[in-house]
């Protein structure tokens, strides 16, 4: 046998071998799709017999009791008037709520402020969790520009039973040195 005949005998098998792992790297493909549906309802990350909204549904949520929110609203040496748009309203521990304040520059001139939230009681603070806050970041108003800003929070459904109202208070400041000066 000439070496010419063994390299392509040698190229005949690696091909033979290649086509069967290629056809096996189809065939496990091909397998993941159900099996990863199985361990996704094994684990409990999404049942594929339930609709999206039935998945979707939280359960975390304390329907047995009723948290009073109330809104209140400062400025710091800013002249910017303030205000949420609601007062207060009642959360059942565990539920998505969604409140919005409005916030107005008064000034003729840009103006960032910066919000600090407070918690009346101080240890209701622990207990809520706020998942979109003004509060995360600076805000900046052109002068006389009126903003809505939104505030989505839950609140833990461990929060101790004998704490009935929660006062979620944010006091606006001037963030030092965002002016800018004549130059």
């Known amino acids: 046998m000439s070496t010419a005949d063994s390299i392509v005998s040698a ?14 790297m189809f065939g496990f493909a091909f397998a993941l799709v159900p099996f990863y549906e199985k361990i996704c309802e094994v684990a409990g990350l999404r049942d594929i017999f339930r609709s999206d909204e039935v998945a979707a549904k ?60 407070s918690y009346g009681p101080q240890l209701a603070g622990q207990y809520f969790r706020k998942l979109e806050c003004f509060c995360f970041q600076q805000q900046t ?9 939104p505030v989505v ?17 944010y006091t606006f400041f ?8 004549p130059g």
Do not use: C
């Not at 949420?84 to 000034?107: D, F, I, K, Q, W």
């Not at 929070?153 to 208070?169: E, Y």
């Not at 001037?174 to 000066?181: L, W």
């Open 58 to 117: 939280n359960t975390q949520v304390d329907m047995s009791r009723s948290v009073a929110v109330e809104f209140d609203s400062n400025t710091q040496r800013l002249a910017w008037t303030f205000r949420p748009l609601a007062s207060g309203l009642a959360a059942h521990p565990g539920a998505v709520m969604h409140v919005e304040y409005e916030v107005r520059n008064t000034l003729d001139r840009p103006v960032t402020g910066q919000a600090v939230p």
């Open 153 to 169: 929070f839950v609140i833990d459904p461990n929060l101790p039973k004998d704490i009935g109202t929660i006062t979620l208070s």
């Open 11 to 24: 190229n005949r098998l690696l091909l033979r071998k290649l086509l069967v792992v290629s056809v096996l």
């Open 174 to 181: 001037e963030v030092a040195g965002t002016q800018k000066r």
């Open 141 to 149: 108003l052109a002068p006389g520009e009126v903003r809505r800003m």
